[in-house]
């Protein structure tokens, strides 16, 4: 049996109170409920009225210090994605503490254009087994207009303290697709070249409010220390457009690009990019892989 579409509402943009709404109400509920995995069914969704407004776009590029006459494919849908993903995540019962964005693969296809509609399509399709104690979960999205591709991302998150009870009921992963997927040696690539960036502690903050990404773990110390954290660290994805939007500024022209996560970026601090032609590194001082990738 095929399944059926959800339509999703964005809430158009995270400045509203309609998002903001349905956001904390969801990620409060999320840190307090009982821990579980059970996928019941595959999951489909589609939002039919994306619009990047002109000035969210501004927005964009003023948190990276982006000179607009340059083109970066910033992923301006964050928010509405989030919106698809926050509803699987409260079908399957998992605690947020307990879930790790561990990679993302992006594809721009064609340039964003500001004020025009675009259909997003989200495929969340299976959660497998990957160890006795963690879970894998794949998430797809594709931004389109008239039938047209525009951006392709896949997500891969990592789901950890996998209960036993609900471990028997999930398909073992036989792809070894996440296999040893966080581990690479700090060795500096071959003919790099190296981008000094310092992480301002505002940084996370004005990411939340122009992603729509508000988890507290990114914005206060103390909930940063309450996950174990020694203080907070920005986004996953405030690290990838941030690092998108150097290799931009560096000449770069991306057509693809991928992200690994291996340890938090924390805010105030200086972190030092390396990259080639066909792949980067992002490096803290005392020379530790914090994240790395494949570009074009």
């Not at 296999?179 to 690479?184: C, L, N, V």
């Not at 071959?190 to 409010?209: C, D, Q, T």
């Not at 986004?235 to 150097?246: D, F, P, V």
Request: glycine share 4%; charged share 25%; with cysteine.
């Amino acid at each position: 049996m095929k399944p059926e579409i959800e339509y999703i509402s964005n809430h158009k943009y995270p400045g509203t109170m309609a998002y903001k709404r349905f956001f904390y109400k969801n990620a409060f509920k999320a840190v307090l409920r009982k821990h579980r995995v059970k996928f019941k069914r595959r999951r489909i969704g589609r939002d039919e009225h994306f619009v990047l407004y002109p000035h969210w776009q501004k927005r964009w590029y003023s948190l990276f210090e982006v000179s607009e006459n340059l083109y970066v494919p910033f992923t301006y849908s964050d928010f509405a994605r989030a919106v698809g993903f926050m509803e699987v995540i409260d079908e399957l019962g998992v605690n947020f503490k307990h879930l790790l964005h561990l990679k993302s693969e992006m594809w721009f296809y064609q340039d964003l254009v500001p004020k025009d509609v675009y259909v997003i399509d989200y495929l969340f399709d299976d959660v497998l087994r990957i160890k006795p104690d963690k879970a894998a979960m794949i998430g797809l999205t594709a931004i389109n207009r008239d039938g047209e591709v525009f951006v392709k991302t896949k997500d891969h998150f990592v789901i950890k303290e996998l209960p036993k009870r609900d471990a028997i009921y999930l398909q073992e992963d036989t792809s070894n697709e996440f296999k040893g997927i966080s581990r690479i040696p700090a060795e500096l690539l071959e003919n790099s070249k190296m981008i000094e960036i310092f992480i301002p502690s505002h940084l996370a903050i004005h990411y939340g409010y122009t992603s729509g990404d508000l988890i507290s773990v990114h914005t206060t110390p103390y909930m940063a220390t309450l996950f174990g954290f020694d203080r907070p660290f920005i986004q996953g994805l405030c690290t990838t457009n941030l690092l998108i939007s150097r290799l931009c500024m560096a000449g770069v022209k991306l057509k693809h690009f991928t992200i690994t996560f291996a340890r938090p970026v924390y805010v105030r601090s200086t972190v030092y990019l390396y990259y080639t032609d066909k792949e980067y590194q992002l490096q803290d001082k005392n020379n530790n892989v914090l994240c790395f990738g494949e570009i074009n």
